[in-house]
């Protein structure tokens, strides 16, 4: 990862590179009941990408300002926003259609960037391995 972002930045150092903070079950945190936090975050990164943090219940102030903060300081972040809760449409169902899910979306993607997120990525599914976000095999409208 290192060497490929050598090679972007000197090939173009104004490239935007995003690394990652992600919340929940991962290579150095796995098995049933054991989560922690993850970082891919390397020098002169332009942003980073927080994950699994993206719901409705979440206290985006306290999470930004007093949980975050102790492992990312001036970098920008950006909220990656999955919906109500997590699997909204397939395992942990809240029957609501789509566009009070859409709603929902919007309403946390708002409540990040109030809080000092600088932007956010929006799934377009609710996290379930067996639905896509890539757009050129589903449209988004039909999730």
Excluded: W
């Excluded at 150092?13 to 079950?25: A, F, K, M, T």
């Excluded at 300002?65 to 492992?71: D, G, Q």
Aim: glycine share 8%.
């Amino acid at each position: 990862m290192k060497y490929t972002n050598i090679i972007l930045r000197n090939a173009n150092p104004n490239l935007p590179i995003i690394g990652e903070l992600y919340y929940g079950n991962s290579y150095k945190n796995h098995g049933e009941n054991k989560v922690g936090f993850s970082m891919n975050i390397f020098k002169n990164v332009s942003g980073v990408m927080i994950v699994n943090f993206g719901y409705k219940l979440i206290d985006v102030n306290y999470l930004l300002n007093e949980v975050l903060k102790k492992y990312i300081t001036k970098t920008p972040m950006i909220a990656l926003v999955v919906g109500q809760r997590p699997y909204y449409r397939t395992r942990n169902k809240n029957g609501l259609n789509y566009r009070e899910n859409m709603k929902i979306k919007h309403e946390i993607e708002d409540e990040f960037i109030k809080n000092g997120c600088v932007g956010t990525i929006t799934l377009s599914d609710d996290g379930f391995k067996a639905e896509t976000n890539n757009l050129s095999k589903n449209l988004y409208f039909s999730l």
